[in-house]
């Protein structure tokens, strides 16, 4: 199995900026696709942004423009920073990723969630 480990979630006023960060660890494997989810009180878990192998990415409209997915890949990590936080941005934050390994096998592994509240 493939472990994430999410960091970099907090309190931030409106209009504020906060950067998540995701870290992935395991035993000969290497990630393919990644992305961010969210999920609000009372609502579904939404894909945020992902970030594919080959760099492509994709934003949830409501986001466009204020936030970036990147990754670090010397460090099997990835990134999202938020700029222009909006109250409608708070929720639990889920960092997922596509994983394989030369077995072969294939996985989806989740980060615990990390909690974003903006608010004045």
């Known amino acids: 199995q493939v472990q994430l480990v999410e960091s970099g979630g907090g309190l931030v006023r409106p209009g504020g900026s906060l950067r998540l960060s995701c870290a992935a660890s395991g035993t000969s494997f290497s990630i393919n696709d990644m992305g961010w989810h969210r999920q609000a009180p009372g609502k579904q878990r939404e894909l945020v942004a992902r970030?594919?192998?080959?760099?492509?990415?994709s934003y949830l409209d409501s986001v466009k423009g204020r936030f970036t997915i990147f990754r670090d890949n010397t460090k099997n990590a990835w990134y999202l920073q938020m700029n222009s936080l909006k109250p409608e941005d708070t929720a639990v934050y889920y960092c997922e990723a596509d994983w394989k390994r030369p077995v072969p096998e294939v996985g989806r592994s989740w980060g615990q969630g990390t909690q974003v509240t903006v608010s004045a």
């Open positions: 970030l594919t192998s080959g760099g492509s990415t």
